[in-house]
Every structure is written in structure tokens, then in C-alpha cells.
């Protein structure tokens, strides 16, 4: 499957184990924008010659794909946005009008702070209440703790399907069932942003009222996200962002905007990107969400055992070592290396991984680390990559453990 990915053509020796942060694209991913770039070039939804119908023809195309991809019942329900962020950003915008002061917002104390700040943002200008909900030991949302919070006043509930930090899978379909049952009006909405590309999403079978996720965390161009909504609750929304595109009649007062996804859709979208993102569907596809999963699941397990192993006394992995519940993401802590030198030592011998709070600063500062050193698997990876970065972290922890000083004169 490596093969497929160009960057690796370009750098043989890398391992690059930071897909959390982003995906490598395949060659149809890149083929894909290319073409539209060379063979279309013209915009969507306003041209009436024959290539800007087939540019909103393929565009179109695309909404209908994704939906399909993540189990919605129209394409009506899907926005296209600029990624996650955005998303989420434009759930609170949307949502903003129909708060009052005494509703309460809730999320979550794992949450990246793309589903924490725009949520504290929105409580802070409706003078709302925001609760955050803790997390277990395992690294999953504390479900019982997060229902007892819930009162006849929770307007919006907000958390992540699966960790960027800990890695572990939230059980959303079961966590919303008991949200409804607690407070059936509450609107629930899900950052999906580390599931997509590694799991199958079913907002249907969630129940879930907003989603949100990126297409480069699933193989797809960078810049490319978006929101789903259930088309019920869509069409009770207001626009937020006004100009071209989005309006039946401009002239109207009050002016007059289409139906939703279009009226949410202001200006020329990324038109590269979304046909780039259905290649990146059709490629996930193909290799199928049980191969993705075997894969990841092995290099998980094998990985764990090995750190394990290896550094036994002086490891500490965040979150469950129970494989079920994690997705490809292991967050650690070695002692006597900080995060940031041993990201930068297994740089040095090309081998990629994160470290630092990863946008998620609430959860390092209540587990008291103030930075962690994430990895992070993709399709792409091997059990070769993972042999290079255990090694990698003993020639690290060598360094660091030597008691020569790091100059003779020092
Ligand atoms: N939520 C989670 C859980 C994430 O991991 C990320 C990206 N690290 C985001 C949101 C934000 O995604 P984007 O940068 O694509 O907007």
C-alpha cells in the first residue's frame, strides 16, 4: 500500500508516524485534483456552459458520495467546509442564535481545542453554562459523570469520537441513546475528525445531530472538511456567512437564501478539494474500513507490546492498553527524555512523530504532563517502521541516560 503514497517515493527512509496530524495523499487523491485542475478550472453552481456543469456535476457528485460514506440519508445534509475546525465553528455559529442565558453547553475534558474553544466562545457571548465533562482512567469519556450533568436546560452536547491523545474510541451510539433519554431536545454533536479514514462512520446509526471531520486525516486533500447535519434540524438554521452563491433573491428585504447544504456554502468552495476528498472515499473504499482496521490493529498491538517490553519501568502510555477500544494513536511519556528532545533525536534519523500538548492543553494539564510524545499509524505504516522507532527510542534513551556530560568541558 506504501507504494500508492508518492511522499515515500520522494523519501524512502521515512517513518512517518504522525497521521494524526495529517495523511500522506495517494496518487489518485493528487491525480484527482490535478485533473480538475487541468480539465475543468471553472466554477460551481453559477456557470451555464457545458464545463462549469460538469465541474458542479462532479462536485455534486462528491456531496452525494460522502453521505453515502457516512451512512447520512441525503446529500441535502452534508456542508462542505474548509476541515474540522471549521466545522465545529460553524455548529456553535449556527447553533448561537437559539441559546439563551440560562441553557447549558456540554463537553468534554479530552476534547482538541477545535470542540473545546469555539464552545467557550459561544457560552462566554450568551452568558451561558458550560460544563466539561472528566474522562476514566482508560482515556474515554466518564459517560455516567457526563449524564449526571445533563438537566432540562443542556442545549448542546459536544465530544469527540475518538481521542487525538489517548486514542481511544468513544461508544457513541450508546452514549447518545442515554443523552436522549436523559434530555430528548438536546443537540448532539460529534467531532469525528481522528475516526474518519480509520473507522466507518453511521451518523444514522449514531443518531447524531452535527459531524464534523477533516479530509486530509482520511487521505484527502488538506482544506477540505465537513459538517453533517440531519436535514431536520438544517433547515431551522440561519445562514452565518453571506455573499455569492447562497442567495435566491439578493434584492428581496429581507433577502431571500436557498435551501440548505447551499445557503450555509457562501462563495467559491474548495472545488480541488472536494474532488480530491471523493478520491480519497473511493480509495479508502477499495482497501475496505476491515483491512484499515486489521492493519492498524496489528501495528497497535505490536507497538504496545514492544514499548512494553522494551521500556517497561519507564514508560507511561496514556490511556487502556485494551486494543478494542484504541484507535492507531499511542500517546507516552518516557521518563528522563523530555517529549520534545525525543521527537526531535528519532527527527534526526527520519522518523516523524508528534510531541507536545496536541491542541488539547485541559487534558495534559489534569494528567500533569506538560507535553506528551504522540505515534500515529496509517495504511501506510509497517512493522518495519515500528522496529525503527523502537530502536529509535533506545538510541534516544541512551543519549539521554549517559551520564558523560554532553561536552568534556562542561
Ligand atoms: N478534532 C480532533 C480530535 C483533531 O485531532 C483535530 C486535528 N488534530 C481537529 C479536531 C482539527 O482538525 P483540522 O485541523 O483538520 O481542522
Redesign the pocket.
Known amino acids: 500500500i506504501k507504494r500508492y503514497f508518492p511522499l515515500f517515493d520522494r523519501h524512502p527512509s521515512l517513518v512517518y508516524l504522525d497521521t494524526?496530524?495529517?495523511c500522506p495523499k495517494p496518487q489518485e487523491v493528487i491525480a484527482a485534483e490535478r485533473e480538475y485542475e487541468e480539465a475543468f478550472s471553472t466554477n460551481v453552481g453559477r456557470g451555464l456552459y457545458p464545463l462549469a456543469e460538469a465541474t458542479t456535476e462532479r462536485f455534486e457528485a462528491v456531496r452525494s458520495q460522502v453521505a453515502r460514506f457516512i451512512g447520512a440519508e441525503s446529500e441535502r445534509e452534508i456542508i462542505f467546509t474548509?476541515?474540522?475546525?471549521?466545522?465545529?465553528n460553524l455548529a456553535a455559529a449556527l447553533l448561537a442564535p437559539t441559546l439563551r442565558s440560562d441553557d447549558h453547553i456540554i463537553t468534554t475534558e479530552l476534547?482538541?481545542?477545535?470542540?473545546a474553544l469555539p464552545w467557550i466562545e459561544l457560552a462566554r457571548a450568551k452568558n451561558s453554562t458550560l460544563h466539561s465533562a472528566p474522562f476514566t482512567q482508560d482515556g474515554t469519556i466518564d459517560v455516567e459523570a457526563l449524564l449526571s450533568l445533563i438537566n432540562t436546560e443542556t442545549k448542546v452536547i459536544t465530544l469527540?469520537?475518538?481521542?487525538?491523545v489517548f486514542g481511544t474510541r468513544n461508544p457513541i451510539t450508546d452514549i447518545i441513546k442515554r443523552i436522549r433519554s436523559r434530555n430528548p431536545e438536546t443537540i448532539v454533536v460529534i467531532?469525528?475528525?481522528?475516526m474518519a479514514g480509520h473507522f466507518p462512520i453511521d451518523v444514522t446509526e449514531w443518531d447524531a445531530d452535527l459531524v464534523?471531520?477533516?479530509?486530509?486525516?482520511m487521505y484527502g486533500p488538506?482544506g477540505i472538511?465537513i459538517l453533517f447535519g440531519k436535514h431536520t434540524l438544517l433547515e431551522t438554521f440561519k445562514p452565518v456567512v453571506f455573499g455569492g452563491g447562497m442567495v435566491v433573491d439578493a434584492c428581496a428585504d429581507p433577502a431571500e437564501y436557498k435551501e440548505s447544504p447551499f445557503c450555509f456554502e457562501a462563495g467559491t468552495p474548495n472545488i480541488s478539494g472536494v474532488i480530491g476528498l471523493g478520491a480519497a472515499i473511493t480509495f479508502l473504499e477499495r482497501i475496505g474500513f476491515d483491512t484499515v482496521r486489521t492493519h492498524e490493529k496489528n501495528l497497535l498491538a505490536m507497538t504496545l507490546v514492544r514499548m512494553r517490553e522494551h521500556f517497561a519501568d519507564r514508560i507511561h502510555i496514556l490511556g487502556t492498553d485494551d486494543i478494542e477500544k484504541r484507535g492507531g494513536i499511542i500517546s507516552f511519556v518516557l521518563d528522563g527524555i523530555h517529549p520534545h528532545d525525543l521527537a526531535q533525536v528519532l527527527g534526526e534519523h527520519d522518523i516523524s512523530i508528534r510531541a507536545g500538548e496536541?491542541?488539547?492543553a485541559p487534558l495534559h494539564r489534569k494528567l500533569g504532563f506538560s507535553a506528551t510524545a504522540r505515534v500515529s499509524f496509517g495504511i501506510y505504516n509497517t512493522e518495519e517502521d515500528v522496529e525503527k522507532l523502537i530502536s529509535g527510542i533506545k538510541n534516544a534513551r541512551a543519549l539521554f541516560d549517559t551520564k558523560t556530560p554532553l561536552h568534556p568541558s562542561i
Do not use: R, V
Open positions: 494524526g496530524a495529517t474548509s476541515g474540522t475546525t471549521a466545522s465545529l476534547e482538541h481545542h477545535s470542540n469527540s469520537a475518538l481521542s487525538n467531532d469525528a475528525a481522528q464534523a471531520f477533516s479530509g486530509h486525516k488538506t472538511g496536541h491542541c488539547a
